[in-house]
């Protein structure tokens, strides 16, 4: 018989049914519900799906953000024979459309009126779609709407018996989700991921990541992305540890210190802000408490690098490790949510050495996990075998090598099956029996670490290939800095449009007497930045690589207009197309 997921659920609900399986924030306090509820909401959301008319090989759309009835919906498509394709809840109405429509769903989830708008914009060019099912606490006055508990008393009059066969019909090579990729480089694709795919990452994310019941964890970054789904549906079930769902993208940062988790899963720029915020306040410190702080830093730094090579201090060290602790690690962590994580994890894009490095000063060790969505996980720092700048050694079962190109290829039990409807590139992703992953990197004593990506690769006028992330990343190390998009294709030298951090801004701005002014082409700002490129970023970098000349964008790059995916990566080329003047201006004078 296959083990899925949903075997585990059920394993869940026999051996831990009073355990929490997640938490809910209502009135005030956090209200758990236990695996054996959580198993019935399944299987009742299930056969609702069956009553609606859902068959094996369907799919389901969900858009909202990260709710209860979001993984329940998103479990009960899987239980009945189907798959679900999460949708970010930043899309636009027509990116609404295109992935119901590609995936042929026939019902929706929808979390609010908002996102019920989009679809009731659309819903004419989505003949297929019959039922808009709302999540818990949400009424729509239109006959295609049903809400989450008249849609669930649809499943009353279906036997648990269809519900047990088609469990026992699900085969490991059979598709179980939808992964809609967010598209930087043109339309998303519909990545297809297996119940085997997905059964395998969350049980061998167990022995990789030393999971247990006993942990716990926030779920707040988008669940339409392959890691969130990873770190709040299958790790969870497999482990039988609870999940907390945030109340929102503004209360995160009050929900990690209400629970204080012990897994914190963050894609880099999470990590950055906790990194600014942090390094601002402990650089207002004066005096003794300033020296003290900077010992701890130092004492942190040193412990972090025995643990990481799986050592322990001893000795003087380890006597200044616990009055470090005592004095200053146990009171900042608490403040940050991070009082009881022993598994900080920084994914979803390349993140500057810098941040890991600053934060081990602070007994807090950040493991790079890197995947994507085609095969969910394939390397990761673990715990007493780290080494920053990399992202760690291939998991268990997993090959990698490095084409002659210098891409990263993948072959394991967690590839995805291909692309939905798109066996053209499918075939060009799985070329040879590897996934070939489009970012390039070198293995270093088994430790992976990346460049770039591919098809960003920038040619220079003169013939020279040039990958962007890392002087990006350079870039960004300066305070000032939120976001760096470095150009160069095709011209003579490199240049870079750059975005200033507000707070970082508006402490700069403070220093200087410079409140109320426009900073993003002052001089002082533009002194600063080119002292530091100077300085910092062109002498570690070759010749052809050096940053000649910079552009401060008058706003930040966003989601809402397109620039960022919802996972926060930049769009190169929409970024490309609406500066283009700015990037002309760049190369216009000598």
């Known amino acids: 018989m296959t083990e899925t997921t949903l075997h585990r659920l059920q394993e869940n609900a026999r051996q831990r049914p009073a355990d929490p399986a997640y938490f809910v924030k209502r009135d005030g306090a956090w209200r758990p519900t236990s695996w054996a509820e959580h198993l019935a909401e399944v299987r009742r959301a299930a056969r609702a799906l069956v009553a609606l008319g859902f068959q094996p090989g369907q799919a389901v759309g969900i858009l909202g953000f990260n709710r209860p009835e979001w993984v329940v919906f998103d479990l009960a498509g899987m239980l009945a024979g189907g798959a679900a394709a999460g949708i970010y809840v930043t899309s636009s109405p027509e990116d609404v459309q295109y992935v119901l429509g590609h995936c042929e769903a026939g019902i929706v989830l929808l979390e609010n009126e908002e996102q019920w708008e989009k679809v009731r914009q659309t819903r004419g060019a989505l003949p297929l779609l019959r039922h808009a099912v709302l999540m818990r606490g949400c009424r729509i006055d239109d006959p295609m709407a049903l809400d989450w508990d008249?849609?669930?008393?649809k499943g009353d009059g279906v036997p648990e018996a269809e519900v047990d066969s088609r469990l026992a019909g699900l085969q490991g090579e059979q598709l179980a989700t939808l992964i809609y990729t967010s598209g930087t480089m043109g339309p998303p694709k519909g990545v297809m991921l297996s119940h085997g795919n997905l059964a395998w990452t969350g049980s061998t994310a167990l022995g990789v990541g030393d999971l247990s019941a006993a942990d716990s964890t926030l779920s707040y970054l988008p669940l339409s992305h392959v890691a969130e789904q990873v770190f709040s549906i299958h790790a969870p079930i497999w482990g039988g540890y609870p999940v907390y769902f945030a109340e929102a993208v503004t209360k995160v940062a009050d929900n990690l210190k209400e629970i204080q988790p012990t897994i914190v899963f963050g894609v880099p720029r999470v990590w950055e802000r906790f990194h600014e915020a942090v390094r601002a306040k402990l650089a207002a410190e004066k005096g003794l408490k300033a020296k003290i702080l900077a010992w701890a830093q130092g004492v942190g730094r040193?412990?972090?690098?025995?643990?990481?090579?799986?050592?322990?201090p001893s000795g003087a060290l380890a006597l200044q490790y616990r009055l470090a602790s005592r004095l200053v690690f146990s009171k900042i962590?608490?403040?940050?949510?991070?009082?009881?994580?022993?598994?900080?994890i920084c994914g979803g894009a390349p993140v500057s050495r810098e941040i890991p490095e600053f934060f081990s000063g602070l007994d807090v060790v950040i493991h790079e996990v890197y995947g994507q969505s085609e095969d969910a996980a394939t390397s990761f720092n673990r715990t007493g075998a780290t080494r920053f700048g990399t992202v760690g050694p291939p998991w268990p079962g997993i090959e990698v090598r490095i084409a002659e190109d210098g891409e990263v290829?993948?072959?394991?039990p967690n590839v995805f099956l291909g692309y939905y409807k798109d066996p053209a590139a499918t075939a060009e992703a799985l070329e040879g029996g590897w996934l070939h992953s489009g970012d390039l990197g070198r293995l270093d004593d088994g430790y992976l670490t990346l460049s770039g990506r591919k098809k960003e690769i920038l040619i220079?006028?003169?013939g020279k290939n040039v990958a962007p992330?890392?002087?990006?990343?350079?870039?960004?190390?300066?305070?000032?800095?939120?976001?760096?998009?470095?150009?160069?294709?095709?011209?003579?030298?490199?240049?870079?449009?750059?975005?200033?951090d507000p707070a970082a801004a508006a402490r700069f701005a403070e220093r200087h007497g410079l409140d109320g002014q426009t900073l993003h082409d002052?001089?002082?700002?533009?002194?600063?930045?080119?002292?530091?490129?100077?300085?910092?970023?062109?002498?570690h970098l070759a010749k052809v690589e050096q940053v000649r000349r910079f552009r401060i964008l008058p706003r930040n790059l966003s989601i809402e207009e397109g620039e960022l995916t919802p996972t926060l990566k930049v769009k190169r080329r929409v970024v490309y197309e609406r500066f283009a003047a700015e990037i002309e201006a760049l190369y216009a004078e000598p």
Do not use: Q, W
């Not at 008249?150 to 008393?153: E, H, K, N, P, T």
């Not at 002052?522 to 002498?539: K, M, T, Y």
């Open 409 to 412: 290829l993948v072959r394991g």
């Open 333 to 344: 962590k608490p403040l940050l949510g991070l009082g009881n994580a022993r598994l900080c």
């Open 460 to 462: 220079t006028s003169g």
């Open 522 to 539: 002052h001089p002082l700002v533009v002194a600063e930045i080119d002292r530091f490129i100077a300085g910092e970023v062109n002498p």
């Open 150 to 153: 008249s849609f669930l008393a």
């Open 469 to 500: 992330a890392n002087i990006e990343m350079a870039l960004k190390r300066l305070e000032l800095v939120a976001d760096a998009v470095v150009v160069g294709d095709r011209r003579r030298y490199i240049a870079s449009l750059l975005t200033l």
């Open 302 to 312: 040193r412990v972090t690098a025995l643990k990481n090579r799986g050592e322990k």
